[in-house]
């Protein structure tokens, strides 16, 4: 087990990390949610994170000192965009700590974590909570926790890696306009590369191509993000530059002075450096102000204007063009019910179900992100369908219909039965049509002991139900799952089960087999589901 990290190791934790970073470059990017993106997110973190690379191969040395010290000055002079110089400063404080030592444990990786976060917050003139620096700080609280009783970086890092990814997660409900675009801060996820690909160093593992995160679902999300209602841009150019020669008369406390000038000018205020170099980014409608004010300190190189303002016209441009007349959201309850859902063109799917029940307003965020004029919602459980009609009256700028869906193969059959090529009112009738087409079947457990319909229960026992009572009851999953289908089916030709997260696959291969042989004329289907609290969905057709 490895207690310490040596220079050696640590440049290898640096290329390996900016490799994963780099082929993941794309999925980041696809994060981006505001109307017009900071730069690209991960290009910016990826072209950062390469001048520190570059700085560490030109590197003759192995010392950890000097490392870090490269690591730091690479970073800093390659920082681009909020989140290209946010994550430059993570490292150079991480790497103020670090080049003080020529062995790494993990009490002193954890207190380099910790300054990193604390620069890397002081670097920005508004922190916000719900970006890469929560992802950063909750990673360096973990690590300053596990410290002393995980003294092994195989264990150490594992919960830094469960910390941040948590973080991630956590970042739409700290910020608004991420939950309303429905993705993940794209800074935070980039900033989770970073991490992965320093275990991966440290397990010896090296990085392939195959490790490129797909980025079905956060391009998904930014194409449907409700882009007209994400705010205004208030300051049109976003302005970077470096200035160097620095003037023999120039103070720190000049600087400092400096910053708070540009303050009033603009928002995404960062200027960090020393006396030997300063990295600006501002968003400011008075980039000539800036200019101007920076050559008192000194010479300006690298100056960059974009407008942003321009860029957003652009994206408003393309969102109208591609808007739709009609789409579709979902509600799911589990992972393999979601990705049946995508596969049937769903535009948008939200987390619910029994004892999880999403909110109005989590419908109407979900309907307002759809690039459509009208959106058809499948509730998929009958105590979800008042909330999505309620939701109706949150959308603006398109219409909402709730197909009142009860149950997840209603969803699926209201699904199938779109088409793009008729009317509104028409693929209505034919969703409504559609969920009596279907009969319906769920196997869970009982939560307490209770008599009802003629069933004595204790907790644990399995149960079949249908859309109303309880049919069946017994000790076993599958023998309580083939009694249902014997009480449900009719003339029904088609048997498909969709099984839960506590059942096995093979075990769900053996019952659809046992099924199969029992009913003969009929065809068996099944499909992972992953959904809680139900061992099987059943549909027959």
């Known amino acids: 087990m490895q207690k310490v990290i040596n220079g050696a190791m640590f440049k290898s934790?640096?290329?390996?990390?900016?490799?994963?970073?780099?082929?993941?470059?794309?999925?980041?990017?696809?994060?981006?949610?505001?109307?017009?993106?900071?730069?690209?997110?991960?290009?910016?973190?990826?072209?950062?994170?390469?001048?520190?690379?570059?700085?560490?191969?030109?590197?003759?040395?192995?010392?950890?000192?000097?490392?870090a010290d490269a690591v730091s000055r690479g970073?800093?002079?390659?920082?681009?965009?909020?989140?290209?110089?946010?994550?430059?400063q993570i490292l150079r404080g991480m790497c103020?700590?670090?080049?003080?030592?020529?062995?790494?444990?993990?009490?002193?990786?954890?207190?380099?974590?910790?300054?990193?976060?604390?620069?890397?917050?002081?670097?920005?003139?508004?922190?916000?909570?719900?970006?890469?620096?929560?992802?950063?700080?909750?990673?360096a609280e973990t690590a300053n926790s596990v410290k002393r009783k995980c003294s092994e970086f195989e264990k150490f890092f594992p919960e830094l890696l469960k910390s941040g990814n948590e973080a991630v997660e956590l970042t739409p409900s700290l910020l608004p306009v991420l939950k309303k675009a429905g993705v993940v801060d794209a800074g935070g996820r980039g900033l989770m590369y970073v991490m992965e690909g320093m275990y991966k160093a440290i397990m010896g593992e090296s990085v392939q191509a195959d490790e490129f995160a797909d980025a079905t679902s956060a391009e998904t999300a930014f194409e449907h993000a409700d882009i007209m209602s994400l705010g205004n841009i208030e300051f049109a150019y976003c302005t970077e530059f470096f200035?160097?020669?620095?003037?023999?008369?120039?103070?720190?406390?000049?600087?400092?002075?400096?910053?708070?000038?540009?303050?009033?000018?603009?928002d995404s205020v960062i200027v960090i450096g020393d006396l030997d170099l300063v990295k600006v980014h501002v968003h400011t409608n008075q980039s000539g102000l800036v200019l101007t004010k920076a050559l008192e300190l000194g010479e300006l190189d690298k100056i960059k204007i974009e407008n942003m303002l321009e860029q957003n016209r652009a994206l408003m441009k393309k969102y109208e063009e591609e808007k739709k007349e009609m789409g579709m959201m979902s509600v799911s309850a589990g992972d393999g019910i979601t990705s049946i859902f995508k596969d049937l063109m769903v535009d948008a799917v939200i987390e619910?179900?029994?004892?999880?029940?999403?909110?109005?307003?989590?419908?109407?965020?979900?309907?307002?992100?759809?690039?459509?004029?009208?959106?058809?919602?499948?509730?998929?459980?009958?105590?979800?369908?008042?909330?999505?009609?309620?939701?109706?009256?949150?959308?603006?700028?398109?219409?909402?219909?709730?197909?009142?869906?009860?149950?997840?193969?209603?969803?699926?059959?209201?699904?199938?039965?779109?088409?793009?090529?008729?009317?509104?009112?028409?693929?209505?009738?034919?969703?409504?049509?559609?969920?009596?087409?279907?009969?319906?079947?769920?196997?869970?457990?009982?939560?307490?002991?209770?008599?009802?319909?003629?069933?004595?229960?204790?907790?644990?026992?399995?149960?079949g139900l249908d859309n109303k009572k309880i049919l069946t009851a017994g000790k076993d999953v599958s023998e309580v799952t083939l009694d249902l289908i014997s009480k449900l089916r009719s003339d029904e030709e088609i048997i498909t089960l969709y099984y839960g997260k506590d059942v096995k696959e093979e075990d769900a291969e053996a019952l659809a087999k046992v099924i199969a042989e029992k009913f003969p004329d009929c065809d068996v289907d099944i499909h992972y589901g992953?959904?809680?609290?139900?061992?099987?969905?059943?549909?027959l057709e």
């Not at 992953?530 to 549909?539: L, R």
Request: net charge neutral.
């Open 243 to 266: 200035i160097i020669n620095i003037k023999k008369s120039t103070t720190l406390a000049d600087i400092e002075r400096f910053k708070e000038y540009i303050m009033t000018l603009g």
């Open 96 to 139: 103020s700590v670090l080049k003080n030592t020529e062995e790494i444990d993990t009490k002193v990786f954890a207190q380099a974590l910790m300054s990193g976060a604390e620069i890397a917050y002081g670097a920005v003139s508004k922190p916000k909570e719900g970006t890469i620096l929560t992802v950063i700080r909750m990673i």
């Open 75 to 88: 970073a800093l002079r390659g920082a681009r965009g909020n989140s290209g110089v946010i994550l430059s």
């Open 352 to 463: 619910g179900g029994q004892s999880m029940n999403p909110s109005a307003s989590d419908i109407a965020d979900a309907c307002q992100r759809i690039n459509a004029e009208n959106v058809f919602v499948f509730p998929n459980n009958k105590n979800i369908i008042l909330a999505a009609e309620q939701a109706k009256s949150l959308v603006e700028n398109k219409k909402i219909h709730v197909i009142p869906t009860k149950n997840i193969p209603q969803g699926f059959s209201a699904a199938l039965a779109f088409n793009p090529d008729i009317s509104v009112d028409e693929n209505k009738a034919n969703m409504i049509h559609a969920l009596d087409t279907v009969t319906v079947g769920q196997v869970t457990y009982a939560v307490r002991n209770t008599s009802i319909s003629g069933f004595d229960l204790k907790i644990g026992d399995i149960m």
């Open 13 to 67: 934790m640096i290329l390996t990390a900016a490799k994963l970073l780099e082929i993941n470059r794309v999925s980041v990017d696809a994060l981006n949610v505001f109307p017009v993106p900071d730069g690209d997110t991960g290009t910016n973190m990826s072209l950062t994170f390469q001048s520190a690379v570059n700085e560490v191969i030109n590197c003759n040395s192995n010392k950890v000192s000097e490392v």
């Open 530 to 539: 992953g959904q809680p609290i139900y061992y099987y969905y059943i549909a």
